[in-house]
């Protein structure tokens, strides 16, 4: 049986942590290393939302190409988040939902599900932070892919120290921010979304879902 997912895990200095969160993977999930279809950026200090991923593994089963864990739709919850963080996580989340339109309510967690499409295809600019996780986001967006989004709880990591450094990143992010209301406003074409180039390994390994006709940057 070949295994259906990926479980990536970013680490650093997480040793109270990870302890917890493997265990509770251990309990939820069918937990291996493969080359599979759907590749999870999970968090190092979240031993609380495993239960969710086999709702997650179904929306890409059902052709989503991402699946946003989302702490500000229905049934999602953000604790114990410092409030001027907090304040800035929901005015952004806020504004690319209603604003620029983008088909999830939380864009900028990094709890996140992919395609083997959208590591294989898209081309990441990115290089700091988590930026990443928003910038395939709103290239697939553009590209018109299919975004999902679950319910998760957040709750303020209780030991270590955070990654987030919010004002050494917020330039990269504005750059995102800004790309996503340029699709919308400025009704940027898919053609515009710097794609790599395919390959048979790429389309023999896919997720099923089919290339929309676009041109290569």
């Known amino acids: 049986m070949t295994p259906e997912l990926d479980i990536v895990i970013p680490v650093y200095n997480e040793g109270r942590n990870i302890v917890a969160v493997l265990a509770a993977l251990k ?30 593994v179904a929306l890409a089963r059902g052709g989503s190409d991402i699946v946003c864990a989302s702490r500000f739709m229905p049934g999602g919850a953000m604790i114990g988040c410092p409030w001027l963080k907090a304040a800035l996580v929901r005015s952004a989340n806020f504004t690319l939902h209603h604003g620029a339109r983008l088909p999830t309510t939380d864009a900028s967690n990094g709890f996140r599900m992919f395609s083997r499409r959208v590591i294989d295809r898209i081309e990441v600019e990115s290089q700091v932070g988590f ?3 928003i910038e395939l986001l709103v290239k697939a967006h553009r590209l018109g892919w299919t975004v999902a989004e679950v319910p998760v709880t957040w709750i303020e990591r209780q030991s270590g120290e955070s990654r987030f450094r919010v004002l050494k990143w917020l330039p990269a992010y504005l750059r995102w921010y800004g790309y996503a209301f340029a699709t919308t406003f400025l009704r940027r074409p ?5 794609l ?12 099923g879902n089919p290339d929309p006709p676009v041109r290569y940057s």
């Open 131 to 133: 930026c990443y996780s």
């Open 190 to 194: 898919p053609r515009t979304v710097a």
């Open 27 to 56: 309990r939820a999930v069918a937990f291996a290393a493969s080359t599979a279809p759907f590749i999870l950026m999970f968090p190092a200090d979240d031993h609380v939302n495993a239960p969710m991923l086999d709702r997650m």
């Open 196 to 207: 790599k180039e395919p390959t048979s390994a790429v389309h023999s390994r896919g997720s």
